[in-house]
């Protein structure tokens, strides 16, 4: 006993030193997120948590150094539900170890910075504790990763709803991920696709209390849209009041009619890749908080250009406003097109064909022939108050850019 506590002081001394600075934790998360690549390719709201975790298993392994202890139960049962939940998002169970083993060495590195409070003893304890650590975690998260994917493919439709919670979480780390995962499941995930978030249209925001919708009403929607019959694979799942559906693209075509009939509202965003489903959603929900009611008519699904602009307004751009012009106005960016820009920047300008033809010298029907154009190649009516504001932003910032 006599020895035992002055070398516990000291450890004790380190571990108060190393968790009160906040630098530990950063040095473990920026060396994770540089060495181990399904960690380099995570959604930046997925790092929260990586701090998190990692602030837990430094603060336990520190402790269990300091009073000669070992991982007990309870941690064993935290590593195992960590271990579950990235098993059901799909992050590979070799990535998941090598994290581990990367921030031990981050955590061995900062305790060997502060050598001089340490004796060898010291040295040697805290490798023991590292090196027995990880054999148990290796072999506590193999087997929680065999439980988690064989429960996930029993239970295929709950497996198929996780899916898509995870991707709109951001949960998945890379396309290589989603691929694995979604082959364990035995689907095929559409290539192509869009995100669909519909709500009814009497529906109270989300934050107002209005009451959760229920799976069955999200897949009822899928076999309305003729989703469910398609070679690819759709997902739908819930998000507190609205329906989210990840569908084949050629579904889209069916979706206006489709939630007009169940006196829905929705957004179809198909302009993001799989790895940002995420974003996909973050666009279409935030749409839906933010769209003015005269957005929505006259039966329309809002669509990647209204939550791009809506995004631009409302301060929380998800992409660059440069991208904004493309998306709404298309091919009317383009050189050749230049003479269909034209009429639609004088047309806003004026408030009229008749004015607009005015200024360019044109005869009014060759103004509203050009006017058409911009309607069959934007699906947008520059007639329409809200879908003219849309193409009022797209264009100053398509002009801004050609003059600067």
């Not at 009822?220 to 019959?229: H, I, P, Q, V, Y």
């Not at 940002?276 to 749409?287: D, F, K, P, S, Y």
């Not at 360019?360 to 154009?373: E, T, W």
Request: proline fraction near 5%.
């Amino acid at each position: 006993m006599t020895n035992k506590h002055p070398v516990t002081n000291k450890r004790e001394r380190v571990r108060q030193e190393l968790l009160s600075d906040p630098r530990l934790v950063e040095a473990v998360v920026d060396a994770v997120h540089e060495q181990v690549p399904a960690y380099t390719a995570l959604d930046g709201s997925r790092f929260p948590e990586v701090r998190a975790i990692a602030a837990w298993a430094n603060d336990r392994l520190l402790d269990h150094w300091v009073t000669g202890g070992a991982i007990d139960a309870a941690d064993l049962r935290r590593f195992r539900g960590i271990a579950a939940a990235r098993a059901a998002d799909g992050r590979p169970l070799q990535a998941v170890l090598r994290a581990y083993r990367v921030a031990a060495a981050v955590l061995a590195d900062e305790v060997a910075a502060r050598a001089p409070q340490l004796s060898a003893k010291d040295a040697f304890a805290l490798t023991r504790l590292l090196l027995t650590a990880m054999d148990t975690l290796s072999e506590e998260m193999t087997a929680a990763y065999a439980d988690t994917s064989q429960r996930l493919t029993g239970d295929r439709d709950r497996a198929l709803q996780l899916l898509l919670d995870d991707l709109i979480a951001g949960r998945h780390a890379s396309l290589g991920a989603l691929t694995d995962r979604a082959t364990r499941l035995g689907i095929q995930l559409p290539e192509c696709y869009c995100l669909l978030v519909a709500e009814p249209v009497d529906a109270t925001p989300q934050d107002g209390g209005a009451s959760d919708l229920s799976l069955h009403t999200s897949t009822a929607l899928l076999t309305a849209l003729g989703a469910d019959r398609a070679r690819e694979t759709s997902l739908a799942t819930t998000h507190g009041s609205r329906a989210v559906l990840l569908l084949p693209t050629a579904a889209t075509d069916a979706v206006p009619a489709v939630l007009r009939g169940h006196g829905w509202r929705g957004c179809v965003i198909s302009s993001e890749s799989l790895d940002r489903v995420a974003v996909a959603h973050r666009l279409a929900a935030g749409a839906l908080d933010s769209a003015p009611p005269h957005a929505h008519r006259p039966d329309r699904v809002l669509t990647d250009a209204d939550a791009h602009v809506l995004a631009l307004l409302s301060g929380h751009p998800v992409t660059s406003p440069d991208r904004i012009g493309r998306i709404v106005l298309g091919p009317l960016v383009d050189r050749a097109q230049r003479h269909l820009l034209e009429a639609l920047t004088a047309y806003i300008d004026t408030g009229s064909a008749n004015a607009a033809a005015r200024e360019l010298h044109l005869h009014p029907q060759s103004v509203r022939y050009r006017l058409r154009r911009v309607h069959d190649i934007t699906s947008r009516d520059p007639r329409d108050p809200w879908q003219r504001l849309t193409l009022d932003i797209a264009r100053t910032i398509a002009l801004g850019g050609r003059n600067g």
